[in-house]
């Protein structure tokens, strides 16, 4: 099946729908915003928040538009832009965002003179330029980018122990357990996350962001542009050799790499994955039928390059897994890119390599199209890991980052061979 995966419009208004308290305006048509309040209001609820039927909310709190109509596409919306960031700022956000649709960003409306008409010279911004035809991780990225320089803060005093997390974003897949259980293991190497972008973190906290010793990179593509942009302020950049952490091995290589670059001692936050291996060694010898019956299992895996190479690498290391099909999305980091190719080579199956999910035992992609696939009884498990899940369904933690990400993954592979 044709997969369906969201474009850089939906990586730049969830990027700022990430920031615990500004809010984007969406300019824009109704049609364009309607999925967009959904999901953001799921993946990330916000205290308080409840329907309302103010001019450009009609009813939903999150990602109020100008709902331009053909009249606005001829003529320009000057009118809908002002009124509509007249009535955000009564909602007194810390930041308020104008994105324009695809279409929108034709018209050429001015949003910062209707941003100064409100006297919102201070508070709100509009972003430069359309995103739509961008992947959605580099949109993320680059719209935290603009974010960062309207927000200009200067470094000033280093605060020892202190990083970023960069690279996470409400598209992922339970992002907030992710955060906070890889937020757990840098504490337990005594550094304190100051800020995660576009994933929880306020505004005030991104400000304070620049003071910060290090970044600490989980997804290099989804912070595409804004790691160049941290550097430019002097804060180095930390980031695996493995990719993301995904998986066991990844994750141990994570924690060694920012123990590296930080002099910490990763002693403890290694003590909890070497536990959580030996937890998982313990339950397979306890269900071995079923655990055997994983040997052999053909997969197929797609999604961003940097969590799908260390994927690949652990079914196939850790699982006795063979690939099917493994495919990246555009926006790939080069680097991952290529050392996935070429691990698919080296352990022969390199006709793999740029394939989309075909049936196999085990299929791993975004939400929609793992779980269709699935019901249309073309893999045994199809295990959601990214974008179109989110969130509403889950009650028990189910990331992909980290040791609860390859608990659930592996969780969700035993329960496909044990249901078949």
């Known amino acids: 099946m044709m997969r369906q995966l969201p474009d850089g419009l939906t990586g730049s208004i969830m990027a700022v729908e990430g920031i615990s308290d500004a809010a984007v305006f969406l300019h824009g048509p109704g049609g364009c915003r309607i999925r967009h309040t959904v999901v953001s209001s799921a993946v990330l609820p916000r205290d308080g928040e409840e329907s309302f ?15 331009l109509d053909e ?10 832009s002002a009124e509509g960031l007249g009535e955000v700022s009564l909602r007194h956000p810390a930041l308020a965002v104008v994105i324009d649709s695809p279409g929108a960003s034709l018209i050429g409306d001015d949003h910062w003179r209707a941003i100064r008409e409100n006297g919102l010279e201070d508070v709100a911004m509009h972003i430069p330029e359309s995103m739509a035809s961008v992947p959605a991780t580099w949109a993320c990225g680059r719209t935290l980018a603009h974010v960062m320089e309207f927000l200009d803060p200067e470094r000033r005093d280093v605060r020892e122990g202190t990083v970023n997390l960069l690279g996470m974003s409400l598209m992922d897949k339970d992002w907030m357990a992710a955060r906070d259980e890889l937020v757990s293991l840098l504490g ?25 010793e290090f970044n600490v990179i989980v997804c290099p593509e989804m912070c595409y542009g804004l790691t160049e ?23 141990e290589a994570w924690v060694r790499a920012v123990a590296e670059a930080t002099g910490r001692d990763p002693s403890k936050a ?30 197929s895996a ?23 099909a493994v495919a990246v999305d555009d926006g790939a980091d080069e680097t991952e890119s290529e050392e996935l190719g070429s691990f698919l080579g080296r352990i022969g199956f390199p006709e793999a390599w740029g394939r989309e999910p075909v049936p196999s035992g085990v299929v791993l992609c ?15 498990a199809g295990i959601p890991i990214g974008y179109s899940s989110m969130g509403i369904d889950d009650i028990i933690p189910r990331p992909v980052y980290g040791l609860r990400g390859a608990m659930y993954i592996l969780d969700e592979i035993l329960h496909g061979v044990r249901n078949t």
């Open 53 to 67: 039927s103010a001019p450009y909310y009609y009813g939903y709190p999150r990602v109020p538009s100008s709902y």
């Open 71 to 80: 009249y606005d596409f001829i003529n320009g919306a000057y009118y809908k």
């Open 188 to 212: 337990d190497m005594g550094l304190e996350v100051a800020c995660c972008p576009g994933a929880g973190s306020s505004v005030e906290g991104m400000v304070r962001s620049v003071d910060s």
């Open 229 to 251: 942009w941290y550097e430019s302020r002097g804060v180095s950049s930390i980031r695996s050799p493995k990719g993301a952490p995904v998986g066991f091995d990844a994750t």
């Open 270 to 299: 290694l003590a909890r994955v070497d536990a959580c291996r030996r937890e998982v060694r313990r339950r397979f010898i306890g269900m071995r039928y079923n655990a055997l019956r994983i040997r052999g299992l053909t997969f």
């Open 302 to 324: 797609a999604g961003t390059a940097s969590v799908i190479r260390p994927l690949t690498e652990w079914l196939y290391g850790y699982l006795a897994m063979a690939p099917a």
């Open 366 to 380: 975004e939400g929609i199209t793992a779980l269709t696939m699935k019901v249309a009884g073309e893999c045994r």
